[in-house]
């Protein structure tokens, strides 16, 4: 199994460290590790590590071309990166905890997203995710909710935004507060007006001259066979959260863009 690295050192408290291979991809057959340490793996590409013990501890340092990790099932697990390069990285499984040393964020998360990446890196929506905690929310679980959230508000490609809309009323359906939905709906929108503008900042914070943009507009840009249900479900989402007093005054925002479509429609 590490005959391939120079250095192999195992412990007896399931601690294993490798250093130093031209391996391209390897996968950990020992399904006693707990911790894995590896360096120096400049070809490495893929890491499986799903035989492994849940709720392990990795650390890779100089594993500058590492593009996918598959994580053990279970408890979630705690990541340590340290690369001299930016990867653009998958990761599969869920994630306690995860810090990373390199010059610039980019990564994919297929897991519920840990908080410490919420609001610093650049986020790749795995729908799968966002159904389970969907799921898990119907069910009781009320933390789902939080987790949710940033992910509903960065789901802003066009194509995106109505399963965004759809989810949005599938949490009302299941208790969630209006009051948190209108809010949600509100950074989803700010957001989305602001991505089509500028699509590289679309995970910072938002302003709240942006939020106020987004008051003011009722505008998505969707595809064209998405498009009918997805402003019904916007619409759901408004009556729901009429109680609201900004949902209340953005009746006025909505009346004036079906105006402008009606005259623009007699124009075509």
Known sequence: MTQQFEISKKDSLGGL????????????TDASIKNLDLWNAPQLTKLHLSLCLPGMHLMLVNCPKITEIILPAGAPCYLHLDSPTSPNLTIQGSIAAFD????????????????PLRKTARLFINEATVKELLKEYQQGKAQALEDLRPLVVQMVEPVQVPRALKLLNDLLQAGADPEWVWQTRQELSARHLRGRRKANQRNLLLSEQQLQHALKQWRWNLPTDLNENAWLDDWRIWVACLKNPKAQAYAKVMAKRLIEAEIQAKKA
């Open 17 to 28: 460290r490798l250093e130093n291979t031209q391996l391209s991809q390897w996968q950990c």
């Open 100 to 115: 990373a040393c390199w010059p610039s964020q980019q990564f994919r998360v297929e897991a519920p997203v840990p908080l």
